[in-house]
């Protein structure tokens, strides 16, 4: 789902724009946030046939909505529900970190267990044409390989976007709450290099910091073969 709705207004938004549960005896997860939470679900919903006994939801959300209408919309929708895990997952703000606490334990009140995605690596923003500086590179004609932008995206990180603000959120939630960091998947510090580009060349972001498609089941198939999945699932 990369078109999908990035938050949901109206109360039955979800069924039009993410999964639905079965009945059947799995672990249901449910993805909770606004565009990036897309991202993440999408890790794992493009790799869902490895996923036998998992199933995966999204719904959007922003955390500023606890104080109004859509929190009850989410409380009374089936995904919430039915799920076992939510998953939260934004570009953070200032503003989002305390609220945390607040939907932690509104999801922890309905005896639901919950994960806490860190803020994603991002790089340098779109250019006016909505070009990404590998697209830019590309246009210039320079011939760079792929370990060599793959290298040259380490330094386009920029790290005033996320690093401080995941470091406040890691003071304050963990040991309390069970806290996932997609940095790993994506870059390398002992190589000084992310992965902007997959193994065949294609784009793994669109923009600053979302995945595309393919970028999701690639990193997707990263977390597989790193086996992450069972400590966060398991």
Do not use: W
């Amino acid at each position: 789902l990369r078109k999908s709705k990035n938050i949901f207004s109206f109360q039955n938004d979800y069924k039009k724009f993410s999964p639905t549960f079965s009945d059947k005896d799995t672990k249901k997860i449910l993805f909770i946030g606004d565009s990036h939470s897309k991202d993440v679900f999408n890790i794992f919903y493009t790799n869902k046939n490895y996923y036998k006994k998992y199933e995966f939801a999204r719904y959007g959300f922003n955390l500023k909505d606890i104080f109004n209408k859509r929190k009850t919309y989410l409380l009374n929708s089936e995904t919430f529900i039915k799920a076992d895990i939510i998953v939260l997952s934004l570009r953070y703000s200032n503003e989002d970190i305390l609220l945390i606490e607040k939907m932690f334990k509104m999801i922890t009140s309905y005896n639901k267990e919950m994960i806490l995605v860190l803020k994603k690596p991002e790089f340098e923003g779109n250019n006016r044409k909505n070009k990404t500086f590998v697209d830019m590179l590309m246009a210039k004609g320079k011939k760079l390989n792929l370990d060599e932008i793959n290298s040259l995206s380490y330094k386009k990180l920029n790290r005033k976007k996320f690093e401080t603000i995941n470091e406040q959120i890691i003071k304050l939630y963990d040991g309390k709450i069970k806290i996932l960091s997609l940095y790993e998947l994506v870059c390398d510090d002992i190589k000084k290099k992310c992965d902007v580009l997959n193994e065949n060349s294609s784009k793994n972001f669109y923009d600053y910091g979302h995945f595309t498609l393919s970028g999701s089941k690639y990193f997707g198939l990263k977390f597989i073969n790193k086996k992450m999945y069972k400590k966060y699932f398991d």
